[in-house]
């Protein structure tokens, strides 16, 4: 099967880290995607791994590894606006985007 | 990043009226391009995919005859909903992807449709 699980929704504060997990089931894999969403907009692409580790561009970071078939995005020092949902995409044999349901991110300040 | 673009960004249509939706990529040549759905707090639903100057590839549940797509260059794309009904009504997305598989998919802002 093709599942992508990932959190609902996560709280956090302005200015703290938060990590969102991705965890994904599948024979073929071409590349685990993360978008970020906000709310009544089209997503926008933050990453992309296809090796295992951890990829940094600037406050936000996202790791891979493989044989576990897991993900994480790492958003560091947290501003109000990325409240935003944030999609995990895993590319399959066909090359074909399996998205999850999305992670709903709340800020507080 | 690369800018895809779409238009118009919301319609209201009355029933039975056709609808079409452009998507163009604006400083790119974009070899495929897909559509999707999405439903309110819902994931995305791939609809088609659909390659320049070959017929779109839809997804299992996705009438062909309803959403008509042509990929008539590689910085265009169309989706005519045909005949819409209110169930048509939705939020759909188009992305375009340059040369290999692998390539990233970049999102058109999106077009709001509601049929009354």
Wanted: glycine share 8%; proline share 4%.
């Amino acid at each position: 099967g093709q599942n992508i699980d990932q959190p609902t929704e996560m709280t956090a504060t302005e200015g703290a880290i938060v990590q969102i997990n991705c965890t994904y089931q599948t024979s073929g894999f071409n590349g685990l995607f993360w978008y970020q969403q906000h709310a009544g907009e089209a997503p926008t692409f933050l990453s992309y791994n296809v090796l295992d580790g951890l990829e940094e561009k600037g406050r936000f970071s996202s790791f891979l590894s493989r044989s576990k078939g897991y993900s994480y995005l790492l958003l560091k020092e947290l501003q109000m606006k990325d409240s935003a949902s944030y999609l995990c995409a895993e590319m399959d044999s066909n090359y074909q985007l399996i998205w999850g349901a999305g992670t709903k991110l709340i800020i507080k300040p | 990043g690369a800018v895809v673009s779409q238009h118009p960004s919301r319609v209201i249509c009355k029933s039975g009226t056709s609808v079409k939706i452009e998507c163009r990529s604006l400083d790119f040549q974009a070899t495929t391009m897909f559509w999707y759905r999405q439903f309110p707090k819902k994931s995305l639903m791939l609809m088609a995919t659909s390659n320049e100057g070959s017929k779109a590839t839809y997804e299992q549940g996705v009438e062909k005859d309803k959403f008509l797509i042509n990929h008539a260059s590689l910085t265009l794309s169309t989706l005519t909903v045909t005949s819409a009904h209110p169930e048509d009504s939705s939020f759909y997305i188009c992305s375009a992807r340059d040369g290999d598989p692998q390539e990233t998919q970049y999102f058109g802002p999106g077009t709001r449709l509601l049929v009354l």
